[in-house]
Antibody, heavy 117, light 108 residues
Framework: QVHLVQSWAEVKKPGASVKVSCKAS????????IHWVRQAPGQGLEWMGR????????NFAQKFQARVTMTTDTYFSTAYMELSRLGFDDTGVYYC??????????WGQGTLVSVSS | SYVLTQPPSVSVAPGKTARITCGGN??????VHWYQQKPGQAPLLVIY???DRPSGIPERFSGSNSGNTATLTIFRVEAGDEADYYC???????????FGGGTKLTVL
């Protein structure tokens, strides 16, 4: 059974960076891309980008291109999303998700990132 | 970039039919997926590839896609269907994922 388990909530100051992890289990980690989706408080879903755990190749939404880094550790079947130069509007819940049948079949539980001075 | 347009809100009485639309330029030529999200929870896939249902999703949930509009239809709406619903596609030109703005379904 596929599971994506994310790291705990984080509180960061403006200008800092945050690194969120997503540990996968129940399938071959290198066989499927991991995507990251953000949801600001009271707002909709926003796609940030994806990483191919097999090649390390990435594809980012233009909005995050300059500030986001996505990596994987295939030994631990874990994906990471790091967002730098945080602003107050980066507060939100960050989800990892895995595609199957063209859609986000599997989601992590979400990680709340709060940016506060 | 590709834009998906959803109505902000839809209201329906219990037992009636709810229809949530997702508009996009020639959206009928691509696959649309739909997610249900309840407060404090991660999104849940309810329809993929326009009209397929994952196991465990009631048959009351149905999808269609043609022309410039995709539609999620929920028959015999129940109080438990009250949630936010999002449509999603993959933009073939950029290979990026796009979500609609979301529709809040209220069961009266």
């Amino acid at each position: 059974q596929v599971h994506l388990v994310q790291s705990w909530a984080e509180v960061k100051k403006p200008g800092a960076s945050v690194k969120v992890s997503c540990k996968a289990s129940g399938y071959t980690f290198t066989g499927y891309h991991i995507h990251w989706v953000r949801q600001a408080p009271g707002q909709g879903l926003e796609w940030m980008g994806r990483i191919n755990p097999n090649s390390g190749g990435t594809n980012f939404a233009q909005k995050f291109q300059a500030r986001v880094t996505m990596t994987t550790d295939t030994y631990f079947s874990t994906a990471y999303m790091e967002l730098s130069r945080l602003g107050f509007d980066d507060t939100g819940v960050y989800y990892c998700a895995r595609v199957e049948r063209g859609s986000f079949f599997y989601w992590g539980q979400g990680t709340l990132v709060s940016v506060s001075s | 970039s590709y834009v998906l347009t959803q109505p902000p809100s839809v209201s329906v009485a219990p037992g009636k039919t709810a229809r949530i639309t997702c508009g996009g330029n020639n959206i009928g030529s691509t696959s649309v997926h739909w997610y249900q999200q309840k407060p404090g929870q991660a999104p849940l896939l309810v329809i993929y590839y326009d009209s397929d249902r994952p196991s465990g999703i009631p048959e009351r949930f149905s999808g269609s896609n043609s022309g410039n509009t995709a539609t999620l239809t929920i028959f015999r709406v129940e109080a438990g269907d009250e949630a936010d619903y999002y449509c999603q596609v993959s933009d073939s030109s950029s290979d990026h994922v796009v979500f609609g703005g979301g529709t809040k379904l209220t069961v009266l």
